[in-house]
């Protein structure tokens, strides 16, 4: 009988040893994602920021401004700008993805490169679109790839209604100016090296709002600012820690630009 007492016990402790060193290894809740719900101590690091990018989704700080935008600014809210409307989405997130489609009136996916898109569409130049066919456009950090991204916000325009929304993101470099792109930049590596990835043609600078505005739209740019400390903080709406990289965008916006 002792001999089974102890053997209990014994079940008892590892039994408690283990529970206690799962909820040690669970870390608190200091970060939830607005987009998939994860929560954790922290998020994960992208190529140039520190604990910016969600565990679950792998979306990072510009799609959850983005979404905050919607839910908590009245002016953009989801409901008057997605909800019952028709819109384009270029190179689309598959989480934004789901979110939109239940409740648009029409939602259509689109990229340059057949994949799991609707429409394989150029940007710059979509005469298959008819002209005011779509209440939002959505191109998050696309129109850096684009050789003539004027020529992007002219279609984006026209294929809008009047009154319709852009929503833009691109990458900014810190503190620049003016736009920088330099046609002689042919190379992958020239391009890392001149607008911090092998793939863009061009690093914007503090002047991308006036570029969109010089394409007939009315502009809104939308940053951490916008929103409470608490909800910048539990959401990472801004880097915990700003990144010393020269091409690294810390003060990302979201902008919402209306068709005049």
Not at 43 to 71: S, V
Not at 90 to 118: C, H, K, M, W
Not at 223 to 234: G, H, L, T, Y
């Amino acid at each position: 009988m002792n001999l089974i007492r102890r053997v209990i016990r014994k079940v008892f402790a590892l039994l408690s040893f283990a529970v206690r060193r799962l909820a040690a290894s669970i870390p608190p809740a200091g970060v939830e994602c607005n987009i998939c719900g994860q929560r954790s101590r922290f998020f994960n690091d992208d190529p140039f920021i520190k604990k910016t990018t969600c565990w679950r989704c792998g979306l990072d700080l510009r799609h959850r401004l983005f979404i905050a935008a919607l839910e908590h600014l009245d002016e953009l809210s989801f409901a008057d700008m997605v909800q019952g409307r028709r819109v384009l989405h270029f190179a689309p997130e598959d989480q934004i993805r789901e979110r939109f489609t239940a409740v648009a009136a029409g939602y259509v996916t689109a990229d340059i490169l057949s994949g799991n898109v609707d429409r394989v569409l150029d940007i710059a130049h979509m005469p298959e679109m008819e002209t005011g066919s779509f209440d939002l456009v959505i191109a998050c950090d696309v129109l850096e790839h684009v050789p003539d991204d004027r020529a992007a916000l002219g279609e984006i325009h026209r294929i809008l209604r009047p009154g319709g929304y852009a929503i833009l993101t691109v990458p900014q470099q810190d503190h620049l100016e003016r736009t920088f792109e330099d046609p002689s930049v042919t190379t992958p590596e020239g391009r890392r090296q001149a607008y911090g990835h092998a793939y863009h043609l061009r690093i914007y600078g503090e002047d991308f709002g006036e570029r969109v505005e010089q394409a007939g739209f009315q502009v809104r740019g939308v940053s951490a600012e916008d929103f409470p400390a608490e909800m910048v903080k539990r959401n990472v709406l801004f880097p915990p820690r700003l990144s010393p990289h020269p091409m690294a965008t810390n003060y990302r916006k979201v902008f919402f630009a209306r068709r005049k």
